[in-house]
């Protein structure tokens, strides 16, 4: 329920870069902009994976569906965007940024 996140749930889900990088690539997903457990290659064994989509999901970032056999997870980017209006946007393009100069050998 939107009333159960949290600020500091969400601050602390999109503080882990592998968190980061799964939020960077839900928010840039085509529509509906869901993409399914498996879409994720991770480098990080299946039981830490899962943990790390619990984190997102308990926090309100996510939201996880079953479709057949498939988990599928999208951004409650609504709920995000009602309680922290521009937050995740930021954050992305932060990340963005970040990424970019992390690319260029720049620290």
Do not use: W
């Not at 609504?78 to 954050?91: H, M, Q, S, T, V």
């Amino acid at each position: 329920m939107r009333d159960e996140i949290r600020l500091e749930g969400v601050l602390h889900a999109l503080s882990d870069p592998i968190r980061l990088s799964v939020v960077s690539d839900l928010a840039a997903a085509p529509a509906p902009g869901e993409l399914s457990c498996s879409h994720f290659d991770l480098p990080v064994t299946k039981s830490t994976t899962t943990h790390h989509f619990r984190v997102l999901r308990e926090s309100g970032v996510v939201q996880q569906t079953y479709r057949g056999t498939a988990k599928m997870n999208g951004l409650r980017r609504d709920d995000l965007e009602a309680l922290f209006p521009g937050l995740l946007d930021r954050i992305l393009e932060a990340a963005a940024l970040q990424e970019g100069r992390d690319g260029d050998g720049e620290r």
